[in-house]
């Protein structure tokens, strides 16, 4: 027996051993990273911009990986039970880190505690907007017609639970009417709807939809914040219009699967604090609508029990409804 004890304990710290030897030497081969949502949106531009600077600051390919459907919670499971080696990450929102799962209630496959943080690494306003060849050329000439017409303008987002889904139903209970309220897999294609005059506005990250503004394909009609956009001095804030209750913002942030190696994890967020904190990283991101907010694990973390616990209370509040 005690021949037996010996073996195991001394299987155990070469296990150990071998684990911190190859977790030293990270990253050795290619970075899966699942993106949640369709290529195009907030998260998968955010994604792409931010794994271009890291596989040239750690020497490795990161592998963008598209995961989409339930508002985040298929990708974000892919990650959560992925092997905690560092080789699989998520660049997402607060839909597959944490909202998700907490509206799928006890169905939900996975928790934040399955996640374990890399870091922040912006903050994204969201966008009211409409086609170009809408009839809506104010946020008032939009908010009177929906009041007139309730029930008939349909408004999309990236997906059950989201921020933006949030955010549509915020702005409905703020001019008392109702919607049509299309949910997407991520905001890309509920964009290329809105192009294609399928849909009557979405609620959108600046990220995903600043382009086709600037192109002259869409027309913002309002920002869903406190703070206007350099880069849409005219689109007027919801603060501004006297619209109540209507503020929220996204976030894009990196996590792994719960386990994995802390020095890992350490060297991810270097990592990632060394990019975000670049001058030229910073220039080319606000260009594209998002806002460097770069925090370390354990303030991302603590983050993301507050904004877990706001969306708890959004459930028990019934704004947002247990699918």
Same mark, same amino acid.
Request: aromatic share 6%; with cysteine.
């Given at each position: %027996?005690?021949? +037996?004890?010996?073996?195991?304990?001394?299987?155990?710290?070469?296990?150990?051993?071998?684990?911190?030897?190859?977790?030293?030497?990270?990253? =050795?081969? #290619?970075?899966?990273? +699942?993106? #949640?949502?369709?290529?195009?949106?907030?998260?998968?531009?955010?994604?792409?911009?931010?794994?271009?600077?890291?596989?040239?600051?750690?020497?490795?390919?990161?592998?963008? =990986?598209?995961?989409?459907?339930?508002?985040?919670?298929?990708?974000?499971? /892919?990650?959560?039970? /992925?092997?905690?080696?560092?080789?699989?990450? %998520?660049? @997402?929102?607060?839909?597959?880190?944490?909202?998700?799962?907490?509206?799928?209630?006890?169905?939900?496959?996975?928790?934040?505690?399955?996640?374990?943080?890399?870091?922040?690494?912006?903050?994204?306003?969201?966008? $009211?907007?409409?086609?170009?060849?809408?009839?809506?050329?104010?946020?008032?000439?939009?908010?009177?017609?929906?009041?007139?017409?309730?029930?008939?303008?349909?408004?999309?987002?990236?997906?059950?639970?989201?921020?933006?889904?949030?955010?549509?139903?915020? *702005?409905?209970?703020?001019?008392?009417?109702?919607?049509?309220?299309? #949910?997407?897999?991520?905001?890309?294609?509920?964009?290329?709807? *809105?192009?294609?005059?399928?849909?009557?506005?979405?609620? /959108?990250?600046?990220?995903?939809? $600043?382009?086709?503004?600037?192109?002259?394909?869409?027309?913002?009609?309002?920002?869903?914040?406190?703070?206007?956009?350099?880069?849409? #001095?005219?689109?007027?804030? %919801?603060?501004?219009?006297?619209?109540?209750?209507?503020?929220?913002?996204?976030?894009?942030? %990196?996590?792994?699967?719960?386990?994995?190696?802390?020095?890992?994890?350490?060297?991810?967020?270097?990592? $990632?604090?060394?990019?975000?904190?670049?001058?030229?990283?910073?220039?080319? *991101? =606000?260009? $594209? @609508?998002?806002?460097?907010?770069?925090?370390?694990?354990?303030?991302?973390?603590?983050? *993301?029990?507050?904004?877990?616990?706001?969306?708890?209370?959004?459930?028990?509040?019934?704004?947002?409804?247990?699918?």
């Amino acid at each position: %027996m005690k021949i +037996i004890k010996y073996l195991l304990m001394t299987a155990s710290m070469t296990l150990a051993m071998y684990a911190h030897a190859s977790s030293d030497s990270y990253p =050795e081969h #290619p970075i899966r990273t +699942i993106v #949640p949502f369709a290529p195009g949106g907030n998260a998968d531009v955010t994604a792409r911009l931010v794994t271009d600077a890291l596989s040239k600051k750690l020497g490795q390919p990161f592998v963008i =990986e598209n995961k989409s459907g339930a508002g985040g919670l298929v990708g974000g499971t /892919a990650v959560a039970r /992925a092997k905690p080696d560092g080789y699989t990450i %998520m660049s @997402g929102t607060g839909g597959p880190i944490f909202a998700s799962a907490v509206v799928a209630g006890t169905r939900a496959p996975y928790t934040l505690r399955d996640l374990a943080p890399i870091g922040r690494i912006s903050t994204v306003p969201l966008l $009211l907007v409409v086609n170009s060849k809408s009839p809506y050329s104010t946020f008032d000439q939009f908010a009177a017609s929906s009041k007139k017409r309730s029930g008939k303008l349909s408004v999309g987002h990236a997906g059950h639970a989201t921020t933006n889904h949030v955010s549509v139903l915020q *702005l409905q209970k703020a001019l008392k009417t109702t919607f049509i309220v299309t #949910p997407y897999k991520g905001s890309s294609p509920a964009i290329q709807d *809105l192009i294609g005059n399928q849909i009557d506005a979405v609620s /959108a990250e600046a990220t995903a939809c $600043l382009q086709y503004v600037k192109s002259g394909q869409l027309r913002a009609l309002a920002i869903i914040g406190s703070k206007r956009l350099p880069s849409l #001095p005219n689109v007027p804030t %919801m603060s501004e219009l006297k619209i109540q209750g209507v503020n929220v913002t996204t976030f894009a942030g %990196m996590m792994a699967p719960a386990h994995t190696p802390q020095n890992v994890i350490n060297q991810l967020s270097q990592a $990632l604090s060394e990019v975000l904190h670049d001058a030229d990283f910073i220039d080319h *991101l =606000e260009r $594209l @609508g998002g806002v460097p907010a770069y925090l370390p694990p354990v303030k991302f973390s603590a983050f *993301l029990v507050g904004e877990k616990n706001k969306y708890t209370r959004l459930v028990e509040e019934g704004l947002i409804e247990v699918k």
